[in-house]
């Protein structure tokens, strides 16, 4: 089966009771049992539903993957790869890293004596300089938020086999649209399906994708054990969401290139990061690894301060200023306040995340005016 394919019918079965083309939603905590122990294969809701199971195998199905495991958010996707680990193991991870995954290494799990090594993850060799008998995973985000730098997922792997260790993507800025980590080499894929694959800002979901047996195994029984399982509800919409992945990838590519150029040719720009400019510092890792470019972009205005950005971004009317990204629909951001406002000045400024720096998550709305939108602000 090919990716448009999967999106719709990868893992999925008519469902047996009515034949109903959509996967019913089982709204319920238990399953009746004939005799203890005689069921139909669900006995309570945390351990298995059905919903989530046709979830669970829609998410291998479009990461090239043997097995998906779905929780109630990206980051309980997260925790539960961290529950793998043991007090005195490291993890080596990029020094631009999605916040939340940052606080929840940094302030929880340093109390349970993990140890965490952030890098700039350009440097293989500094990487490896972090490597020792206690490195258990490697965890990369490509492309970042919100530099939207890209790492070489191939040579991150190459690493990983040398020493050892785990290799954990999170493609939630990409998609398996753009990338299959695992065909590059990646053992686990991480997404917060809250983003592109649910795709309509509706549902906060996360996922993980994986082929090892004995890992997956692992990974099930910390779900059922710890229980940060989602909703038959949720299961549903982001099922639902999936069906669309790749067409509301395509136009958000779409769009987002037409706006990168469009910010790249305006004269009040100082600087757009988009992968799919020549002038990325990454673009050819990008062109490599990648089908295309994504619809998330940052960009910076010449002699901008913080008063100047904030007020740009009060004046635009379609792009809504909110946080998340992925969705249908337009928005933008403003990440030395909003998402990185907890990074001290210097740190931040350090990996570009100046005052003057806008987040924009490209929608799938007509591009003209959206453009028309960010030329009004600029006035
Ligand atoms: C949003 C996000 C997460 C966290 O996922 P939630 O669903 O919000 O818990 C992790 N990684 C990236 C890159 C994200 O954008």
Redo the contacts with the bound molecule.
């Keep these: 089966m090919k990716f448009n394919t999967k999106t719709i019918h990868g893992g999925q079965h008519l469902d047996p009771a009515f034949g109903s083309v959509m996967q019913p939603i089982y709204q319920t905590s238990t399953y009746a049992q004939k005799s203890p122990g005689v069921h139909k294969g669900y006995e309570y809701s945390r351990t298995h539903n059905p919903t989530r199971t046709a979830l669970q195998n829609s998410f291998a199905s479009i990461e090239n993957a043997k097995y998906g495991v779905a929780f109630s958010?990206?980051?309980?996707a997260?925790d539960a790869i961290m529950k793998l680990l043991k007090p005195g193991d490291e993890l080596i991870s990029t020094n631009d890293l999605?916040g939340?995954?940052y606080r929840l290494f940094s302030k929880v799990f340093k109390n349970y004596d993990i140890k965490f090594h952030f890098t700039s993850m350009f440097d293989l060799n500094e990487v490896e300089s972090y490597i020792n008998d206690k490195t258990k995973i490697i965890w990369v985000?490509t492309p970042t938020?919100p530099m939207i730098n890209i790492f070489d997922i191939k040579s991150l792997s190459d690493i990983c086999k040398k020493y050892n260790t785990l290799l954990v993507v999170?493609n939630?800025?990409a998609s398996p649209y753009l990338q299959t980590p695992i065909n590059l080499g990646a053992d686990i894929v991480m997404h917060?399906?809250?983003?592109y694959l649910a795709g309509h800002s509706d549902v906060?979901?996360?996922a993980l994708m994986l082929n090892d047996d004995d890992l997956a195994e692992k990974l099930y029984f910390i779900q059922n054990a710890t229980g940060a399982v989602p909703g038959p509800q949720d299961c549903f919409l982001t099922l639902r969401g999936i069906k669309t992945l790749h067409v509301r990838i395509q136009r958000h590519c779409e769009n987002a290139r037409k706006i990168a150029h469009y910010l790249h040719d305006n004269s009040k720009v100082e600087k757009v990061y988009w992968p799919g400019l020549p002038s990325h510092k990454n673009h050819l890792v990008a062109k490599n690894q990648m089908s295309d470019f994504g619809g998330m972009l940052s960009f910076q205005i010449k002699r901008f301060g913080k008063k100047e950005t904030i007020s740009f971004l009060e004046k635009l009317k379609l792009f809504t200023l909110a946080e998340?990204?992925g969705g249908v629909e337009s928005l933008c951001g403003h990440p030395a306040t909003m998402t990185h406002a907890s990074i001290p000045k210097e740190e931040r400024e350090k990996s570009g995340v100046t005052d003057s720096l806008i987040r924009l998550s490209i929608g799938i709305e007509d591009v003209e005016d959206l453009i028309n939108d960010l030329k009004q602000a600029f006035l």
């Excluded at 958010?73 to 309980?76: F, H």
């Excluded at 917060?192 to 983003?195: G, M, V």
């Design positions: 958010s990206g980051l309980a997260i999605y939340g995954t985000e938020n999170d939630t800025f917060s399906a809250t983003k906060v979901l996360g998340s990204l």
